[in-house]
């Protein structure tokens, strides 16, 4: 075994073999995979080999499609079989809204390039003959479904990457990870030790104790799963007799089930309700080529379901019951990228879908790692989406209603209850005492909408029972005052005596004087948007010292983080705190919301002493706050950030205060209402790192001329030159009875030309709205526009002004 190496990639299952591989291919040959005892050794190696395209993030669907493609290469470069079946599938809908959410498939699939086609359960029962076509009320037909050998497809992974100049290093336990003082990683094994840059764990059902090796708790955990093989089919042998073909992959989401042709039998698998957690504080090292006990009971409600839907069922034998362990991350999603404040170490885990993901999680691994940038938009699976609140019981929770819910429908609407309430404000009570409904971000409890007694979130595609309260909440605001719980915003402190100089480089506005703020885009090298902040120069209001407040997406917070640590200088000049709930906020808007303030507090709040985008300090009530006149509702507005202790004595004050201007309370739903009139758009949704500050509509942001060489200036100004590819418009959408969530096509004379970000509908306007991204060739064709929602193609007229207060006169007045 090598001593030393460029990388380490620790675990010998799909995804490190595919890591392995795909650096190998990027031309990072002194590589070496560690395997603690055979390849796939873990959880590949009893995988039921499935593999399909469908992902809810449209994001992982393209990395799937990649997986899926590469199969071929791989194989060819190996000379290992890797076992690919492409059946093509078949999703099957038992309800109503379960086809709808189906129907919305089929329509990311038009600007994704997947192949999805909506038909009916007798079309579907031609495809496979198996199901019975009256427990259906409709379906769609995928061309790329498919399964393989999973241990084929590992193996051929590793032999492309010896191939390519890589090394695996079989029966080789890892057993400590120590940091150098020089910032190289040394590898401990049982048979020596490999000093390496990088170390990537892709640990699998062990990726909890590599992670701990370095003092990482990753938010994994292992689940019990089981799938059933049948004995040979007569329905079977005859479909492959008639047709030549096997038959196609089935997922029946009513029923939790998965099937597919196995030999002359069927496999089918469910993700039923009664879970059961596996060694869910330590993985034993021993565990091997070993199952667990089957329990037949647990899986009996699912297939009950199961023999129902397919009848054939009931006339056959069970062979085999496979029951092993899969490791989930709480969304089911993978854990993937560079952990914060461990520099040189990288995960890979919790990849369920190995044989659906692991290609696409190798990639991006690869290119981060290789290029400082995954090369896609990941952050379905970036290993930051997650913070220290996600505890081993708050993973162990959140895991068993994923498993649980695996195939179950997540309306919009829809807040999941498990571990849960977990952060809380100081105010969580008093506003749930007036009906606020919760949901949660970044592990903190948010206010959505304030429900009237005996009412209650009804789950649905469509305006549900929300509805006409989020339009009351909507008009508080435009006819007097509102106010909002926005302690979820991320916020952070910068202060030293290189603090300014940093800041210039890293953001791509024109720092603000002091007292003031501005709305600050940052960049990545490519020029591409990686964060959108509210930035503003504390000054002399900084009681630390001069310093600068910066308020961002709250979801991105640890994402940020490790961005912003990176970028630090050695010499110690600037320090930046995340403040997290050290910081609460409050935030008041509407044409009354200058007289509540000035009613609250003995500071002057005119318009000459406190204009637009001001910051300053003042006392509310008794309470000491940092206010700042700026709102997202884009009506007069100021944000207040207090400490904890005084966030309850603020809030009763302007709530006092307030009851003669009409005060109520609104929620995130009533604020994405009143943004949306706006054209304002969010992280996450319009602002991404695929996209540039010209094509999302922040280009007048950007101080393109300023001294400074901020990261990303020299590829914005090429932007700029060139135009990019897209941009982001709003559109008034003739709806009928729903709205636009995200992910739907923008259709443009006849054909697929771009997509939805996001949208809702603008209570105030009475308008339904949709924000999205469209070439730049048709950006400014006012018709011609359709959106397809709920598989129905609705006229859009592209809304170039916003539709409210589109002087700024309110905002500024």
Not at 117 to 141: C, H, T, W, Y
Not at 218 to 231: D, G, K, N, Q, R
Not at 398 to 403: A, D, G, Q, T
Request: proline share 5%; with cysteine; hydrophobic share 40%.
């Amino acid at each position: 075994m090598k001593s030393h190496a460029k990388v380490v990639v620790i675990g010998g299952g799909v995804v490190g073999c595919s890591v392995l591989f795909h650096l190998a291919r990027h031309g990072w040959t002194d590589v070496v995979l560690l395997e603690r005892d055979e390849l796939t050794s873990g959880s590949t190696w009893h995988a039921a080999g499935g593999m399909h395209t469908i992902n809810g993030d449209p994001n992982v669907a393209k990395l799937q499609k990649y997986t899926i493609n590469l199969y071929k290469e791989i194989e060819e470069l190996s000379g290992q079989a890797t076992g690919v079946h492409l059946t093509g599938g078949v999703l099957l809908a038992a309800t109503e809204a379960r086809l709808d959410w189906l129907r919305g498939v089929v329509a990311k699939g038009r600007y994704l390039g997947i192949e999805l086609e909506e038909i009916s359960p007798n079309e579907a029962a031609e495809l496979m003959p198996l199901l019975d076509p009256k427990q259906f009320v409709g379906a769609v037909r995928n061309k790329e479904d498919g399964h393989l050998d999973p241990s084929g497809v590992t193996h051929a992974y590793a032999k492309a990457a010896r191939k390519l100049g890589a090394e695996v290093e079989r029966f080789t336990k890892v057993e400590d990870i120590v940091r150098r003082a020089d910032g190289l990683w040394r590898v401990i094994t049982n048979k020596g030790e490999v000093v390496a840059e990088h170390v990537v764990n892709a640990g699998g059902l062990w990726a909890r104790e590599v992670g701990r090796m370095v003092g990482l708790e990753l938010p994994v955990l292992a689940m019990e799963h089981m799938y059933l093989i049948t004995e040979d089919m007569p329905e079977v042998a005859v479909w492959n007799a008639k047709t030549g073909t096997e038959i196609i992959h089935a997922v029946d989401f009513d029923g939790e089930l998965y099937l597919r042709q196995e030999r002359g039998g069927m496999l089918m698998g469910t993700y039923e309700k009664a879970n059961k957690p596996w060694s869910e504080y330590q993985t034993p090292w021993n565990f091997g080529h070993e199952l667990l006990e089957p329990d037949i009971d647990r899986i009996a409600p699912s297939l009950e379901v199961g023999f129902r839907h397919f009848p054939a069922f009931q006339n056959t034998g069970i062979k085999q019951i496979i029951n092993g362990p899969f490791t989930f991350a709480p969304d089911g999603n993978p854990l993937v990228g560079p952990v914060r404040g461990l520099p040189g170490f990288w995960v890979a885990c919790g990849v369920m879908a190995g044989f659906s993901q692991g290609g696409g999680v190798g990639l991006a691994l690869s290119n981060w790692m290789i290029e400082g940038d995954p090369g896609a938009d990941i952050w379905a699976m970036d290993v930051a989406r997650y913070g220290d609140w996600a505890t081993m019981a708050y993973t162990n929770a959140k895991v068993r209603e994923n498993y649980s819910r695996r195939f179950s429908i997540r309306f919009p609407n829809e807040e999941l209850p498990a571990g849960r309430p977990l952060k809380t404000t100081p105010i969580y009570d008093l506003l749930s005492a007036k009906g606020a409904q919760w949901g949660v971000a970044y592990g903190l409890e948010v206010p959505l909408w304030y429900a009237p007694e005996g009412v209650k979130d009804e789950f649905s595609w469509r305006r549900s029972s929300d509805f006409t309260q989020v339009a009351k909440e909507v008009r508080t605001v435009r006819d007097g005052v509102g106010l909002s719980e926005i302690s979820s915003f991320a916020k952070y402190k910068v202060t030293g005596e290189g603090a300014a100089a940093w800041l210039d480089r890293m953001l791509a506005c024109k720092l603000p004087k002091p007292g003031r703020m501005t709305l600050a885009p940052m960049l990545k090298q490519d020029g591409r948007l990686i964060g959108d902040f509210t930035l503003a120069n504390l000054g002399p209001l900084d009681r630390d010292g001069d310093g600068w407040f910066l308020a961002g997406s709250g979801i991105a917070e640890q994402y940020h983080m490790r961005w912003f640590e990176r970028h630090l200088p050695d010499d110690g000049s600037v320090h930046i705190e995340a403040l997290g709930a050290k910081l609460t906020g409050l935030s008041i808007a509407g044409p009354n919301a200058r007289e509540l303030l000035a009613k609250a507090t003995r500071s002057e709040v005119s318009n000459a002493a406190f204009p637009f985008m001001a910051m300053g300090r003042m006392d509310i009530g008794m309470a000491p706050c940092l206010v700042g006149r700026v709102s997202y509702t884009g009506d007069l507005g100021y944000e207040i950030w207090v400490a904890p202790e005084y966030q309850r004595a603020a809030y009763q004050t302007l709530m006092a205060a307030g009851e003669e201007f009409g005060i109520g309370l609104f929620g995130s739903r009533a604020l994405n209402a009143l943004r949306l009139e706006k054209n304002y758009g969010s992280w996450g949704r319009e602002y991404r790192p695929i996209y540039g500050p010209l094509e999302a509509g922040l280009d007048r942001f950007v101080a393109y001329s300023k001294d400074a060489d901020f990261i990303g200036k020299a590829a914005a100004l090429v932007e700029r030159k060139q135009g990019g590819k897209l941009r982001l418009r709003a559109f008034v959408v003739d709806a009928d009875d729903a709205d636009v969530i995200g992910d739907e096509p923008i259709w443009f004379d006849g054909a697929v030309r771009g997509w939805v970000t996001s949208g809702g509908y603008a209570h105030h306007s009475k308008k339904s709205i949709a924000i999205g991204y469209v070439p730049k060739e048709i950006a400014d064709e006012s018709d011609g526009f359709e959106i397809e929602l709920l598989g129905k193609r609705h006229a859009a007229r592209m809304q170039a002004t916003p539709l409210f207060d589109a002087n700024l006169e309110r905002m500024r007045a």
